[in-house]
């Protein structure tokens, strides 16, 4: 490993690897925030007031597992498999863009020797292929036929934009290539039936709340919050947008003793955008008196629709447009066999279930694989690309993924918030910070969509900003947040206790959590000093999160790294793991010290990677030990709950 230089400071002593308290330091003197700060006016109410013991009664055993709802990651998978030798020439598919990874239909080999090398000994190709493509037919089958042949007619290509979208690289396919281990058929698992009564009523929320079946582990109920106030945190010209929310919980109901962490993390329930929903309605060619018909849901096993039900059947009462919205997810999760043998099965033209079938057979199996390691594809742009394939409705909605919950890190303490200033009969608010998540759309170039999640939470944050430009009351309004209480017992929320020093490094949204903590610990006297955060942006004047927003001291104790920053005509760019070589003093004092703590929030990708890269290089400086001494240092810390990484 090649090893950062951790700079020389004037509180360095290279020949003493004990740690010691840096010199120095900022003495904070813990102040009550008035309403009458300094700090800017930025429309929204900030946290003030003193802090409050926790609830003695509060359970993190209550708490409920994030549930792992992306796929796998198959990234290193096609990297091992770069290394293979051609076997799939293309004859007839489009021809892959400047820039484009390399479809895997050119990476394939059926040589045992070949597919050994790359695994080793005791492993299959089957093993190897199924993490990409989660389960199913996964047999390497290369794609010969006799193109010389006068009775070869190659498959006509589905000519629309949609198809040309999904870039597939198809073999030489014929209508009457013989495919082979084709996926099954799925069976379908629910029936729309009419209502048992015509007095039986069904009043729905669809456009409010999720349906009461919707439910996360007891003793949670989904809580149609009430917003009290949003804006925006980053500035026109951000590359990603980040918006704040004030969520109103004084209502919310008790549920156990468990109660909101500083730190902790609130499940959200999204809806797919009613025009999701009406796309797929109008490419299905369901009636509009059908979609909000209450009919008979019965389901023959399974947790759909609920959340995390027990797997069981099921009779309620609902509507197909309330499943669509809330329980259905038609654009998170890459695209499956299953899902495409159904569409296969309700295909009308023969070239494009030819397409399909390939897809879901051993023939088909690299093209296959290339779909699902592009960017994510939903249904409604699989729909487009094979129009003459209408499903039965309760057929697709038995292939597709439950729409689960989006979790997000509180930005307050929900202990304070209570007595902010301003707020207006002593209601109970807690904060949340989301990122817009952004990705092409393929409708047209320089179309993009939002994530369901952030989606969702960008068009109320949009609705209450231009209401309230508008001056229209925020109860006449009346948006809210379908949430529950989650994970109150995540690693960001136990670990924050005791009086001891602690290092905050953060990038882009996992700041959020951070500003909680900061605004807790500058109202304990006992625990005012000995607190740094090092915030990673893009660029401060545009990405910086709550600049202004934590406590009278916020200059004293945060660094705010830039990666985008130009200097005398030069771009010069800088990294959180930068930074943190260069308090490597302060981190080693802190990591070493009674109590002390060091908390990592952010991606995964490249901040996580790279900042643990960093403390690692600054425990074999400063401790003079080797790479494997300092991995199993940090390791041990993490066991013990002083080195704390949240990432995604």
């Known amino acids: 490993m090649a090893t950062h230089t951790i700079p020389t400071r004037s509180t360095s002593h290279p020949d003493d690897p004990i740690p010691s308290e840096p010199q120095n330091i900022p003495v904070l003197k813990p102040e009550k ?104 037919c996964c047999l390497l089958k290369t794609l010969a036929p006799d193109t010389a042949s006068p009775d070869f007619v190659p498959v006509v290509i589905p000519d629309n934009v949609a198809f040309r979208s999904l870039n597939l690289q198809l073999g030489p396919l014929s209508l009457d290539t013989e495919l082979t281990n084709t996926f099954e058929l799925p069976p379908v698992n629910m029936a729309f039936e009419g209502l048992p009564s015509k007095d039986t009523k069904h009043a729905t929320t669809v456009y409010k709340e999720p349906p009461p079946f919707v439910q996360p582990h007891p003793p949670y109920s989904v809580f149609p919050a009430p917003l ?18 004030d ?9 156990g003793g ?70 259905t997810d038609v654009q998170s999760n890459p695209p499956t066999k299953a899902l495409l043998r159904v569409m296969a099965e309700y295909a009308d033209a023969p070239n494009e279930k030819k397409i399909l079938l390939y897809l879901c057979s051993a023939e088909g199996q690299a093209a296959f694989c290339d779909l699902r390691t592009t960017s994510h594809i939903t249904v409604a742009q699989l729909l487009h690309a094979f129009p003459s394939s209408k499903p039965n409705l309760a057929h697709l909605l038995s292939v597709l993924n439950q729409l689960m919950p989006r979790f997000y890190s509180l930005s307050n303490d929900p202990h304070i ?13 807690i904060e949340i910070a989301v990122t817009i998540h952004e990705t092409p759309d393929w409708h047209h170039k320089g179309a993009i969509r939002t994530g369901v999640g952030s989606g969702f939470m960008e068009r109320v944050a949009t609705a209450f900003i231009n209401s309230e430009n508008e001056g229209v009351d925020r109860s006449i309004l009346d948006l809210r947040i379908p949430m529950f209480r989650g994970l109150m017992a995540n690693p960001l929320s136990k670990e924050f206790h005791g009086e001891g020093p602690m290092v905050l490094i953060g990038a882009g949204v996992g700041m959020a959590p951070f500003r909680g903590f900061i605004l807790n610990r500058l109202k304990n006297a006992n625990c005012a000093n000995k607190i740094w955060l090092i915030q990673g942006v893009r660029d401060s004047m545009l990405d910086e999160l709550y600049s202004g927003e934590l406590g009278d001291h916020e200059r ?21 793991q930068d930074e943190v070589r260069v308090q490597a003093d302060i981190v080693w004092f802190v990591i070493n010290a009674l109590d002390g703590r060091v908390f990592v929030c952010g991606s995964s990708k490249g901040m996580g990677e790279g900042v643990h890269e960093a403390l690692i290089d600054v425990a074999m400086r400063k401790g003079r030990i080797s790479e494997e001494e300092a991995r199993e240092f940090w390791d041990k810390k993490r066991e013990d709950g002083q080195y704390i990484a949240e990432t995604w």
């Open 33 to 136: 925030t008035s309403s009458s700060s300094s700090q800017p006016d930025t429309g929204s109410p900030k946290s003030a007031g003193e802090s409050m013991l926790w609830s003695s009664h509060s359970s993190d055993e209550d708490a409920p597992v994030t549930p792992v709802t992306e796929p796998p990651e198959v990234d290193d998978i096609i990297d091992k498999l770069e290394a293979l030798p051609a076997a799939v020439v293309d004859v007839n598919g489009p021809k892959p863009q400047p820039g484009r990874r390399r479809a895997s239909t050119t990476l394939i080999s059926d040589s045992p020797s070949d597919i050994r090398r790359i695994l080793g000994e005791g492993e299959t190709a089957t093993k190897l292929i199924s993490q990409c493509c989660g389960g199913g």
């Open 556 to 576: 004293e104790i945060k660094k705010v790294v830039q990666s985008r920053k130009v200097r005398s005509g030069y771009s010069e760019a800088k990294y959180v």
């Open 258 to 327: 468990v109660d909101f962490k500083v730190g902790g993390a609130i499940g959200v329930c999204p809806p797919n955008s009613q025009e999701v929903v009406n796309e797929l309605f109008d490419i299905l060619c369901i009636p509009q008196f059908v979609r909000d018909k209450p009919v008979t849901l019965k389901t023959k096993s399974g947790r759909w629709p609920t959340i995390w039900g027990d797997d069981q059947p099921r009779e309620l009462i609902t509507t197909r447009r309330e499943l669509l919205t809330w329980c």
């Open 228 to 245: 009290y106030h949003a804006r925006e945190l980053t500035k026109p010209g951000a590359e990603k947008r980040t918006f704040h929310f």
């Open 417 to 429: 918030s209570s007595a902010r200033p301003g707020l207006p009969g002593s209601r109970r608010l």
């Open 247 to 255: 969520i109103d919980v004084t209502d919310y109901p008790d549920e």
